[in-house]
C-alpha cells in the first residue's frame, strides 16, 4: 500500500516479475516535502544565527571591571600614602559591585536567550526529521520477497495513502 499522497512519478512494477523485499520500484512525487524540508533547514539556519557568544558580549564589561580593579589598587596605594580618600576607594569599590552584577544579568540574559534558540532550533530539527520521514515514504519498494502479482496503479495515477499499489507473493 502507498504510504504517501501524491502522483506516482515512477512504477517499475511488473506482473510475474521477481522481486526482493525492501527493493525500489518505484516513488511518489515528494517535491513539495523537500521544499519544505529546505525551508525548515533555512529557518534552523536563521535560528541558529541569533546565536550569542557570551565572551564577546561580555568581554566590554570585563575590561571595565579590570580596569576599575587597578584603579582600586591604585588608590589602596594612594591611601597608604595619604594622598587619596577612604570615599575614593568606596566609590571603585561600588562600580566595581555594580558592573560584576551588571555582568552577571547579562550573562544570564544571554544563557537565556540562547536556551531559547536552541529550544526552537530542537524543535525545528524534529521537523526536519519528521519531513526526512514523509520523503522516505514516497519510496516504493516492495514490503516482502516474492513475485509481482497484479498491479493495480500506473506512472501519472494519484496515490492514496493506504491504497495498495500492487500485490505480491
Not at 513539495?32 to 558580549?57: C, G, I, T
Not at 584603579?71 to 575614593?88: F, V, Y
Request: charged share 30%; with cysteine; glycine share 6%.
Amino acid at each position: 500500500a502507498a504510504e504517501a499522497n501524491g502522483r506516482i512519478l515512477s512504477f517499475d512494477a511488473r506482473e510475474g516479475e521477481r522481486v526482493e523485499a525492501g527493493e525500489r520500484l518505484g516513488e511518489i512525487d515528494s517535491v513539495q516535502l523537500s521544499l519544505r524540508r529546505r525551508q525548515l533547514l533555512a529557518s534552523r539556519s536563521a535560528v541558529e544565527s541569533r546565536r550569542s557568544d557570551a565572551d564577546v558580549q561580555l568581554a566590554a564589561i570585563r575590561q571595565q571591571i579590570e580596569s576599575a580593579r587597578k584603579e582600586r589598587s591604585r588608590l589602596r596605594n594612594l591611601i597608604e600614602a595619604k594622598a587619596a580618600t577612604q570615599k575614593q576607594l568606596d566609590d571603585v569599590d561600588a562600580q566595581i559591585a555594580a558592573l560584576e552584577k551588571q555582568e552577571a544579568a547579562q550573562g544570564s540574559a544571554i544563557a537565556n536567550a540562547n536556551a531559547g534558540v536552541s529550544g526552537e532550533s530542537s524543535s525545528l530539527e524534529l521537523q526536519v526529521a519528521q519531513l526526512d520521514d514523509q520523503i522516505a515514504k514516497c519510496a516504493i519498494a516492495s514490503p516482502v520477497a516474492g513475485t509481482v502479482l497484479v498491479k493495480y496503479a500506473e506512472k501519472g495515477e494519484y496515490a492514496v495513502q493506504g491504497k495498495a499499489l500492487f500485490k505480491v507473493a
